[in-house]
């Protein structure tokens, strides 16, 4: 019986297991992998400390912190579902069970799809929702980029070293990310911006020849090689069905990052906090924790 059970492997889970660390509470911490989504980040230039910083080093740096406590993890290991028992909760993995007097959700999210057809056909046969993960293999070839936010922009300014020419497929009438990412898009030769843009279909053989597009009303077929998907994400909220989540999903939590149900808090992307950024899912992380021990010490 654990005081408690983290959950997710991200900025908010690893800074509150540091931070349950230095509380002595008795936890362990249950993630398919260290880092989560801050492994997808080429360029992270806006976590204090660090003026540039890649997202792979970012995530040893985390790796190295965890290992100065005496962490229990299970990694390579994904939540499926919580359950309330008489004395806290069960938290279920398809290999194991863990119960404890608390449970910290810092699931994060996951990429959302693009639901054209073709996607499911040629997923990991041309169409990536990680720039960082495949983007060498698209070594001087055509791509595209779906998507007008900070994701896919990160995106397409990671293919501008690697790919021949990247499309930057928007489907609002602007693009919505940081005004010095668009910059640094629209400056590159190697960018064609196509704004209300929508993605009809993705089309080839065994892997990706090209995508058919409807660009504010006229038809367009670009002969292309890969499809990088960069369209937002879904919060990892469906382990649990005990809490109250808004309409896209997210955990509702409070200022102490406290769910619905007593014992249960939350922190992270896969909560309703208006910013996901990687500082801001640290700092949420940490709040948590804080509560938590509160919680714990205060419970009857």
Not at 74 to 99: A, H, Q, Y
Not at 195 to 214: H, P, R, S, T, W
Not at 254 to 270: C, H, P
Request: net charge neutral; aromatic share 8%; glycine share 8%.
């Amino acid at each position: 019986m654990f005081d408690l059970v983290i959950i997710g492997g991200g900025p908010a889970g690893v800074t509150a297991a540091i931070y349950a660390a230095r509380k002595r509470i008795d936890f362990i911490m249950v993630t398919q992998d260290i880092g989560g989504q801050t492994a997808w980040s080429a360029d992270v230039e806006n976590y204090t400390g660090y003026q540039f910083i890649t997202g792979a080093e970012l995530v040893k740096k985390f790796e190295e912190h965890l290992k100065q406590f005496s962490v229990k993890l299970r990694e390579n290991e994904d939540v499926v579902r919580i359950k309330k028992t008489t004395l806290g909760f069960l938290t279920e993995t398809k290999k194991s069970t863990f119960e404890s007097y608390s449970v910290l959700i810092a699931s994060g999210r996951r990429p959302r799809l693009l639901n054209v057809p073709g996607e499911e056909a040629f997923k990991n046969r041309g169409v990536t929702y990680c720039a960082t993960c495949d983007g060498p293999v698209f070594a001087n070839k055509i791509v595209a980029v779906i998507g007008g936010g900070n994701s896919a922009l990160d995106a397409t300014l990671q293919l501008v070293n690697i790919a021949e020419k990247i499309y930057l497929v928007n489907v609002a009438p602007e693009l919505t990310a940081d005004a010095v990412m668009c910059q640094k898009a629209q400056s590159s030769q190697k960018v064609e911006i196509l704004n209300k843009a929508v993605v009809k279909e993705i089309y080839g053989k065994q892997f990706v020849e090209g995508i058919k597009l409807d660009v504010d009303g006229v038809f367009r077929d670009m002969s292309l090689k890969g499809v990088f998907i960069e369209i937002g994400s879904t919060p990892n909220s469906d382990i649990i069905d005990f809490v109250v989540k808004d309409a896209n999903g997210e955990i509702v939590v409070d200022q102490s990052n406290r769910t619905s149900a007593l014992g249960i808090f939350a922190a992270g992307d896969v909560t309703n906090i208006p910013e996901k950024q990687i500082v801001v899912a640290a700092g949420e992380g940490a709040k948590a924790v804080l509560g938590i021990f509160r919680y714990l010490t205060t419970r009857s």
